[in-house]
């Protein structure tokens, strides 16, 4: 209905009014110029309701009270994040004021961009979990840039892009990897083998990986990097 030209407004009443079951439902909606449009059946468990501010609706029902909504709307306009940080910024506002009455449930987050997202499974502290996923993404996506520029030789890029994915999160094996072979490529190789050494020391897996390095054409056989890496 939106592609069709509707507004959220006019999709929400065609939605609602054709549905027998609505006093049971809720709905909430923001189309692409950003008018919201929201729905609370009668019906729906309390506390039933919903906050709508500029490019956003917080909706939900079986709630601890109002203030759930007004708190993921406060935490949703006040974060200077993208639009994925911005939501998990709500959920967390959302269960800091209280959240859902029978205790945490579940939480999810999908946000569709061309070329863009990694999956994730459940975990007790769905919030937490979700918002660990999300700075984890962030990372692998900082990762898989910079190991692109190390295949088309921007080494300078390269060794900038993976040094902010660490910043982000210092405990990515990975990211040490990429680390380690860009500056064997700057000849740089005490760096190299401080980097390959902390892959290590968070993973001892990784030796193995390295190992196989030379095999890929990511650096030249170094039997003397090897031993000092202690790998057989």
């Known amino acids: 209905m939106l592609r069709k030209g509707l507004t959220a407004d006019e ?25 919201v449009a929201v729905f609370t059946g009668k019906r729906c468990l309390m506390w039933a309701g919903s906050k709508v501010g500029e490019n956003y609706a917080a909706l939900g029902n079986i709630l601890a009270g109002e203030e759930v909504v007004s708190s993921m709307g406060e935490r949703f306009e006040l974060a200077k994040d993208d639009l994925a940080g911005k ?13 859902d009455i029978r205790g945490r449930q579940s939480a999810s987050l999908l946000v569709v961009r061309k070329d863009g997202g990694r999956g994730g499974y459940g975990d007790p502290s769905p919030v937490g979990e979700l918002k660990r996923l999300l700075s984890l993404s962030r990372v692998y996506h900082l990762i898989d840039e910079g190991e692109d520029k190390i295949t088309t030789g921007d080494l300078k890029k390269a060794l ?16 040490y990897i990429d680390l380690g072979v860009i500056y064997l490529k700057l000849n740089r190789r005490k760096e190299a083998v401080e980097a390959f050494e902390e892959a290590s020391r968070i993973n001892p897996k990784m030796k193995r990986l390295i190992k196989q390095l030379p095999d890929a054409g990511l650096m030249k ?6 031993a000092e890496l202690r790998i057989k």
């Open 87 to 99: 939501l998990v910024a709500a959920l967390e506002g959302g269960e800091e004021a209280g959240g």
């Open 221 to 226: 056989r170094d039997e003397e990097l090897f």
């Open 160 to 175: 900038f892009t993976i040094k902010r994915a660490i910043l982000l999160n210092p405990s990515i094996d990975d990211a």
């Open 11 to 35: 999709v929400v009443e065609r939605l609602t009014s054709r549905d027998e079951g609505r006093d049971y439902r809720q709905l909430g909606m923001v189309d692409s110029k950003g008018s």
